[in-house]
């Protein structure tokens, strides 16, 4: 992986990490391991929860709710409009 990240680079690519899990995670660890920025580095950022148990404890929990820019909330406008049922930055 790591050979084809520096391959691409040198032929004159910006490489990215995609995930479908949280950015903030992968973050971390992506520039000393592949190399990659932190800013290069693109995911899902839901949301959160905080409230509490009926014992009074606090909790946090993942709210299913998908926080977007306001561009890629207008390229999803536009994709739904033309009958793409999936955003060009979600595929």
Not at 56 to 80: I, M, N, Q, V, W
Request: hydrophobic letters at 30%; charged letters at 25%; proline letters at 8%.
């Amino acid at each position: 992986m790591q050979e084809v990240l520096k391959y691409l680079r040198v032929s004159g690519y910006k490489t990215f990490i995609v995930t479908g899990g949280g950015p903030d995670f992968v973050r971390v660890y992506s520039e000393s391991v592949y190399g990659i920025p932190p800013e290069q580095v693109v995911g899902t950022a839901g949301g959160t929860k905080y409230g509490y148990c009926k014992d009074g404890k606090p909790f946090l929990a993942k709210d299913p709710k998908l926080f977007l820019s306001d561009d890629e909330k207008r390229e999803y406008a536009y994709g739904r409009r033309r009958g793409c049922p999936t955003p060009r930055w979600a595929a």
